[in-house]
């Protein structure tokens, strides 16, 4: 009798703490929608109000939606799920009732177009969750199925609906199959033949008067000079340069400084030629927060006057989506941070685009900017992206392997690459005669575009108040990112585009160390007289010594004797297009 009480009891308990989760996850928003974000619906109970207002696209190429979910205890639910139009039929692929269950799990959506209109349609996902004495919890969730006008869809089987497969369409696969596999038995014996004789000319290039030894490591590597494979005793093997760094004194010599100037940019001016209403901007939940400050992911829905189909819904006019990456102040800001923080993120308003250049790409406000006294909130400012985000956090996240956070194993030539890119960003700036002042990872967003990761410079807007522990005061109340400065900005506060060279420098060596903290062990108070004294940071593992040379030119005491960004970015170059032929 005791038992049956104490079970009772417990069922009841878990009643009572029952409570559900809900979300899209960043792995299927990368594959639907190109945006490397979780979306929550429900979290322990909690609808976000964010995420269910948002009408989730899912485009022409997309046949099916996964959502994941589970329940804390016993949580029933009953769902259904309907269209605006029958072009598109909807199917949800778990019993319309059932209990939630208490692992995570994946269920799917399929959208079905019937092929015969083309344009952009309403499907509704409506749940109701069960769970002890509470009022029920309804949810309704909004996605756009795109549909191009075709005979059939492809379903989740692999097959075409409304396409029925006789005999005759049998025979003509099975030739057709039979073909591609002899064509393609023909390109491998091809490819065979050209590769032997490629590698037969290669060996026969390699100059007789070599030692032994030395040929045949070249020809066991597949390289040649000026680059050799070495293995040191604490780590996989790197490569190591024996030819000279790309940028020597003398490259150096004669460059010509650009002085750190103030743009004077009109801020209203700026701020009505790029402002956009804030309704048309979904956020998504926080990717990083600060004291006064917050970076979100948001869908910038903007509207389009050229509609596709004949579809006359009057929500139907907002026909392009786009991710873009937030900053915004919080509520506890002051008037003096607005200021900073507007002046820091349009620095590079209106110069020339550069794909490796992050520029602000609208400011939002639910006011006017032309009516001051409508605007009631911080600005909110978008830039373009779909990607990872803050390098620092991607490169953190890739050394220590978190998996389920998105971490890649980084290559060599993909972490030079990405030095090449950001070095080019610099001297683009350069050549408009803007000094950054701020070059580190912290001030880089990178994204995955074609295959292959992309990085972008940003500002450093915010940047103090998200990294808090990457800057440090001297007494005059200033914060600064000592750890990254020249010896002359931090003495004389003498800002240049040699300056930023110095800064870059320290970049480079952030990618190479997969965001490593510079000068962890040393005081920020004494980094100037280590510098001084000719402390510099050590070689990351893995990095090529040619690579760790451009670094020391880029920390020369002297700013005379430091490359300019865009020497800089011709030795990497050529270091890259070497190491690509040796890898």
């Known amino acids: 009798m005791i038992l049956r009480y104490l079970i009772f009891f417990a069922q009841l308990w878990a009643l009572c703490l029952a409570n559900v989760n809900m979300f899209i996850s960043k792995e299927e928003m990368n594959r639907t929608f190109g945006v490397k974000a979780e979306l929550n619906y429900i979290e322990m109970g909690n609808v976000s109000s964010y995420s269910t207002k948002f009408h989730y696209r899912v485009m022409a190429n997309i046949d099916y939606l996964s959502f994941t979910w589970n329940a804390v205890g016993i949580v029933h639910y009953e769902v259904y799920v309907e269209s605006d ?25 399929e959208y ?48 075409y609906e409304g396409h029925e497969v006789d005999d005759t369409d049998s025979i003509d696969k099975a030739f057709f199959v039979i073909i591609c596999i002899a064509a393609a038995f023909l390109l491998i014996v091809a490819a065979t033949l050209i590769c032997y004789f490629k590698r ?34 604490d780590g996989p093997p790197t490569l190591s340069a024996i030819s000279s760094a790309p940028c020597s004194s003398s490259s150096a010599s004669g460059n010509s400084i650009i002085p750190s100037k103030p743009r004077n940019i009109d801020v209203r001016r700026a701020l009505l030629q790029l402002y956009q209403d804030r309704d048309a901007f979904q956020s998504l939940p926080l990717d990083m927060e600060g004291t006064f400050g917050e970076v979100r992911y948001a869908i910038w829905r903007q509207v389009d006057d050229v509609l596709n189909g004949d579809v006359d819904d009057e929500e139907d006019t907002f026909c392009n989506q786009e991710a873009v990456y937030t900053k915004t102040l919080k509520n506890n800001a002051s008037p003096i941070q607005l200021d900073r923080f507007l ?43 779909q990607g990872f985000g803050n390098l620092k956090k991607f490169l953190t996240i890739c050394r ?48 995955e575009v074609n295959g292959r990761l992309q990085v972008q410079l940003c500002d450093s807007a915010l940047s103090r108040d998200l990294f808090p522990a990457d800057y440090h005061c001297l007494g005059d109340n200033e914060n600064r990112p000592l750890k990254w400065m020249s010896p002359e900005a931090i003495a004389n506060e003498l800002y240049s585009s040699a300056a930023d060279v ?41 990095c090529p010594d040619q690579l760790y040379e451009v670094m020391l030119c880029c920390w020369r005491v002297l700013s005379e004797d430091r ?14 297009i070497q190491l690509s032929q040796y890898i």
């Open 85 to 109: 139009d029958s072009s598109v039929l909807p199917i949800v692929r778990i019993p319309l009732k059932g209990t939630v269950p208490e692992s995570l799990q994946d269920f799917t959506v």
């Open 112 to 159: 079905r177009c019937a092929g015969h209109r083309s344009g952009q349609f309403a499907v509704s996902l409506y749940f109701t969750f069960k769970y002890g004495n509470k009022e029920p919890l309804k949810v309704k969730l909004r996605q756009e199925k795109i549909c191009a006008s075709r005979d059939g869809r492809r379903g989740l089987n692999g097959g």
């Open 200 to 233: 037969s000319k290669k060996e026969d290039m390699i100059p007789t008067r070599l030692p032994t030894s030395f040929r045949n490591s070249l020809k066991s590597t597949k390289s040649a000079q000026p680059f050799l494979l070495s293995t040191p005793r």
């Open 343 to 385: 002046s820091d993120a349009l620095l590079f308003y209106n110069i020339t685009p550069h794909q490796n250049l992050s520029q602000v790409a609208c400011v939002a406000s639910f006011g006017r900017f032309d009516r001051p006294e409508t605007v009631t909130d911080f600005p909110l400012v978008c830039y373009r992206h």
């Open 400 to 447: 220590h392997g978190d998996k389920t956070k998105g971490a890649q194993t980084l290559r060599t030539h993909q972490l030079v690459s990405l030095a090449t890119q950001v070095s080019s960003a610099v001297a683009h700036i350069h050549k408009y005669r803007i000094v950054h002042n701020d070059i580190a990872a912290r001030n880089c967003l990178i994204a």
């Open 502 to 542: 110095w800064s870059l420098g320290v970049l480079l060596w952030e990618l190479m160390s997969l965001g490593g903290s510079p000068h962890a062990e040393i005081d920020p108070e004494e980094v100037y007289t280590m510098i001084l004294k000719g402390k510099r940071l050590q070689q990351p593992n893995n």
């Open 563 to 576: 490359p300019s960004s865009e020497q800089v970015v011709h030795g990497l170059r050529d270091f890259n």
